[in-house]
C-alpha cells in the first residue's frame, strides 16, 4: 500500500490492467488444459490411445506408497454407507465395486461358453483389480474387466466414486448426444483410472465380492504398500430384512416376512461370511497385526462423527473437513430406524437366524442380543445390541 500511495494513477491504472490480463491469461490457460485433457478422452476422438500428461513436477517426483484401505462388506450391511466417510474426503481415490466387472464378464463368458470359472484365476484377478489403486496400475489381464466396470448400462459403480462421476459428467458435456453415461473411450478407461488415481494421495477401495480375507494376504507381500483392512458388518437379522426389503419392495402383498424368505435371503452365508473373516485377539495373525478391524454399522448409526474419527485414526488418514461437513449435513438415524427386523420378521423367522449355529457365534462375538421372547420386541427396555467384547479385533 506505501508504494502505491507513492505512485501516480495512471501507473496504478496499468499495474492492476496487466495483472488482470496475467491472471485472466492464467485461467484462460487452466481451463484449455482441462479441456484438452476431456477431449481426448471422449468416445469420437480420433487420437491415439495415451496415457494423460501429468505435471512436470509430478511425473519427476519419486513415488510416494498411497494409504490402501479395503472395505470388505456383503450387500446390506452398510458397507456403502461407511465407504462415503472416504469417498466424499478430496484427498482419496475411492473405488466402489470393481471386481463387478471382473464377476459379470466370467458370467457372461461361461453362460457364452457353457463353461465354469477356474478359482485360482479368479482369486489372482480380483486381487490385481483391488489393488490396481496402491501404485495406480493396472495390470494388462485387468484391463478389459474395468472397462465392462465403467461402461456398462446395467451398472452404476463408476458413479458411485466422486472422482470418477465428476469426470464421466464433464466428458458427457462434450458429447451430450452420446447414450453412455460415461462416455469415454472403451480402450482409455484404464488410463482415466490411472490418471485419477494418481491425482489422489490415498485409495480406498470397497468390495463385496471378497468370500475369504486370505485373498488379501498378498498385500503383506507388496512392497511399499501401507494397507488396511475393515471388515463391515451389521446385525444379521437386520441384514436379511433389508435385503427382502429391497428384492419385495415392489409387492405390497407382502406385509411380514418368513422363514422361506429368510432362506431366501442366505442368512447362513451371511453369518458364516462374518464369522470367518472376523478376528480376536488370539486370531490375529502377522499379516494382519495392527491393519485389520472390524466396524459395526450399528456404531456408525448411532454415533456417526465419533465413529468417523476412530476410523480415520485406525487407518492414519488425517480428518478432512469437507467428510466433516457431509456428516453435519445428514439425517441422523435413530436406533429403532436401523433395526427394521423387530417388526418386519414374523417370530419364527427371528428364532431360525438366532438359533443357526454359525449365527449364534456372529451374534455372540459382536455384541447382538436375541431375543428371549416376543415381548422383547417391543420392550423398552431391552436392547438388541451391546458393547462388543473385548477380545475381538474391532472399531467401537
Request: overall charge positive.
Amino acid at each position: 500500500m506505501f508504494l502505491l500511495r507513492l505512485a501516480s494513477p495512471r501507473r496504478i491504472c496499468l499495474f492492476f490492467t496487466v495483472l488482470g490480463l496475467l491472471l485472466g491469461a492464467g485461467i484462460v490457460l487452466q481451463m484449455e488444459d482441462e479441456e484438452e485433457r476431456i477431449r481426448s478422452f471422449i468416445e469420437n476422438d480420433p487420437g491415439p490411445v495415451t496415457t494423460p500428461v501429468l505435471t512436470t513436477e509430478a511425473a519427476t517426483e519419486a513415488y510416494t506408497p498411497k494409504k490402501v484401505v479395503v472395505l470388505m462388506s456383503l450387500s446390506k450391511c452398510g458397507g456403502s454407507a461407511i465407504g462415503e466417510l472416504f469417498n466424499q474426503n478430496p484427498d482419496v481415490f475411492y473405488f466402489f465395486e470393481p471386481l463387478w466387472g471382473l464377476e459379470y464378464a466370467i458370467k457372461k463368458s461361461n453362460q457364452e461358453n457353457g463353461t465354469t470359472d477356474r478359482l485360482d484365476d479368479y482369486q489372482r484377478l480380483s486381487f490385481r483389480l483391488v489393488n490396481s489403486g496402491s501404485h495406480c496400475n493396472v495390470s494388462d489381464d485387468s484391463r478389459i474387466f474395468l472397462t465392462v466396470y465403467m461402461k456398462n448400462t446395467i451398472f452404476s459403480g463408476a458413479y458411485r466414486s466422486e472422482s470418477m462421476r465428476v469426470l464421466c459428467g464433464m466428458a458427457k458435456k462434450k458429447l451430450p448426444q452420446s447414450e453412455s453415461r460415461c462416455p469415454i473411450n472403451d480402450n482409455k478407461v484404464p488410463d482415466v483410472i490411472e490418471q485419477l488415481c494418481k491425482e489422489k494421495s490415498h485409495y480406498v477401495v470397497k468390495v463385496i465380492r471378497i468370500k475369504d480375507i486370505m485373498m488379501l494376504r498378498q498385500f503383506a507381500f507388496e512392497e511399499e504398500v501401507d494397507y488396511k483392512i475393515l471388515q463391515v458388518i451389521r446385525d444379521p437379522r437386520s441384514v436379511v430384512t433389508s435385503r427382502l426389503q429391497a428384492k419385495y419392495s415392489s409387492n405390497s402383498t407382502v406385509k411380514k416376512y418368513t422363514e422361506s424368505h429368510v432362506r431366501e435371503a442366505g442368512y447362513q452365508y451371511l453369518c458364516r461370511w462374518m464369522s470367518d473373516n472376523a478376528r480376536t485377539q488370539d486370531s490375529i495373525t502377522p499379516w494382519l497385526e495392527n491393519r485389520f478391524a472390524t466396524v459395526r454399522f450399528e456404531d456408525f448409526v448411532t454415533n456417526r462423527v465419533t465413529t468417523a474419527e476412530r476410523m480415520y485414526g485406525f487407518v492414519g488418514l488425517p480428518q478432512h473437513k469437507q467428510v466433516l461437513s457431509w456428516l453435519n449435513a445428514q439425517t441422523p438415524s435413530s436406533v429403532k430406524r436401523a433395526e427394521p427386523w423387530k417388526t418386519l420378521l414374523e417370530w419364527d423367522a427371528i428364532r431360525l437366524i438366532q438359533n443357526d449355529p454359525a449365527c449364534q457365534k456372529v451374534m455372540r462375538l459382536f455384541g447382538y442380543v436375541p431375543a428371549a421372547d416376543k415381548s422383547d420386541l417391543t420392550s423398552d427396555g431391552w436392547t438388541s445390541v451391546v458393547a462388543v467384547p473385548a477380545n475381538v479385533v474391532a472399531i467401537s
